[in-house]
């Protein structure tokens, strides 16, 4: 598919209504002074490369066109050059990519262009435009040439930009995450290890920073098995929580952007199901998050549905070995199963695990999950009041939380007064131990 180059646009002279006496003059549009200064204003160099590499894409490309772009990539300063990147869209990179050529008798164009993002100019390239290159070849196909392409750019990143490169990653705004990179679009069982081997090698020393992990159903929002609440609320202070235990509670709040959603539906391979969980995630509040889907094969049973859960989030550690996790589940749907066995995983790789009473679990139930490394609770000021003393939250961010959960619960239209009444016993009981904790 070749980039389309922007025409533009000049407005239509507008004209006078003609008085039946004589034909007036056509009125002039005026133009202002900012449309002067447009008009008038030269391309920055940076802006006329990119016109000019635009032009280049346009309809067929032939040899000599790709062999400029090549010298346009080859010869531009180190500046210039993630400028050049940075003005292209990730879909932009995939074009250019696809409109070079290797050829039976010729110039082996696209080998040399890949080569020259991941071996020749991989040092000058920032972590950003290595994400965007990564996530550029992750369209479509990422076999052969392109897969080693992921491979040379991952390897030749290090230490904490490494790190950052396989956030940058995640954050794309679909189903084209780290793990859909290495664990499903890498056929190849050796670059994988790889790849996983060099993630291993460069993780620093772990700290306080944490993977959240969540359940949706039941934990973020009432959906499946909650008649505590009217379907399709919200949680009081699950956002709020979700954003506390992201920043963390070391010395500086972590980047955010660490939140993961563990959901039993099933993924497609055309990530048709993970886009629905976002953009119902995104109306509800939450734009920054990864979704790691379940199968059909894992669907029924509470035992299978941990059991998927539990190989995600090992998929998890092997990407973040630098990361601790916490996760936050419902008593609705084998996330205490799931919880209990990572909780008992060796390592300390999961720090704390809380799920959310939605069954109406007893004392006893809750003392037997407690033995396990499980901490049941009620309200979302509970859960955080137990992060807050596991050092996993601020201060502060409790504080947060207990606010927001108060308002939030104000916002609720119950189904009767005596379910509100019992909520608000639930949430004042639970607001007097975080009060009691801050003390």
Known sequence: ?????????????????????????????????????FTSTPASPVQARLNELRGLMSGHTDRAEE????????????????????????????????????????????????DLLSNGRVGDLSVENRAKVVQALQVGRTDGLEAKTVVAIFLATKGEPLTAL??????????????????HDLDSDALRAQVLAHFAAEAPAKSSRVKVLSDIDDTFY???????????????????????LDKG???????????????????????????????????HGVTQATVL????????????????????????????????????GDSGQGDALFGAQAAATGGGDMRSVFIHNVTHLEAAA???????GVFLFDTYIGAATEAFKRGLITRGGLERVMSEA??????????????????????????????????
């Not at 080859?74 to 050829?103: F, I, T, W, Y």
């Not at 505590?228 to 949680?235: A, L």
């Not at 500086?252 to 969980?277: I, N, V, Y």
């Open 1 to 37: 598919m070749a980039i389309r180059r922007a025409t533009e646009l000049t407005p239509t002279p507008r004209t006078s209504p003609l008085p039946p006496a004589a034909p007036q003059p056509i009125a002039r549009p005026s133009v202002t002074s900012s449309e002067r200064s």
């Open 67 to 114: 062999g400029q772009v090549l010298a346009m990539f080859r010869g531009a300063p180190a500046g210039e050059l993630n400028q050049l990147l940075a003005g292209l869209s990730r879909e932009e990179v995939h074009e250019l990519v696809e409109d070079l050529d290797d050829r039976l008798f010729g110039p082996d164009n696209r080998t040399a262009f890949l």
């Open 166 to 183: 396989k956030n940058l990653i995640d954050a794309s705004p679909d189903h084209l995450d780290l793990q859909q990179l290495v664990f």
């Open 222 to 244: 009432v959906n499946l098995k909650d008649d505590r609440f009217p379907k399709k609320t919200v949680y009081p202070g699950v956002r709020a929580l979700y954003a506390e």
């Open 249 to 283: 509670a070391g010395p500086q709040a972590d980047r955010p952007g660490d939140l993961m959603f563990l959901s039993a539906r099933p993924s497609d391979p055309m990530g048709l199901t993970e886009h629905f969980t976002r953009s119902m995630m995104h109306d």
């Open 293 to 328: 889907s379940g199968d059909f094969a894992h669907l029924i049973g509470n035992q299978s549905i941990a059991d998927k859960k539990f190989e995600n989030w090992g998929e998890v550690r092997q990407l973040y070995p630098e990361y601790g996790s916490v996760f936050l």
């Open 366 to 372: 809750k003392a037997e999950y407690a033995g396990r």
């Open 406 to 439: 108060g308002r939030e619960f104000g916002d609720i239209s119950f189904a009767s007064p005596a379910q509100q009444a019992e909520r608000k016993a639930e949430l004042d009981r639970d607001l007097t131990e975080a009060r009691a904790a801050l003390r």
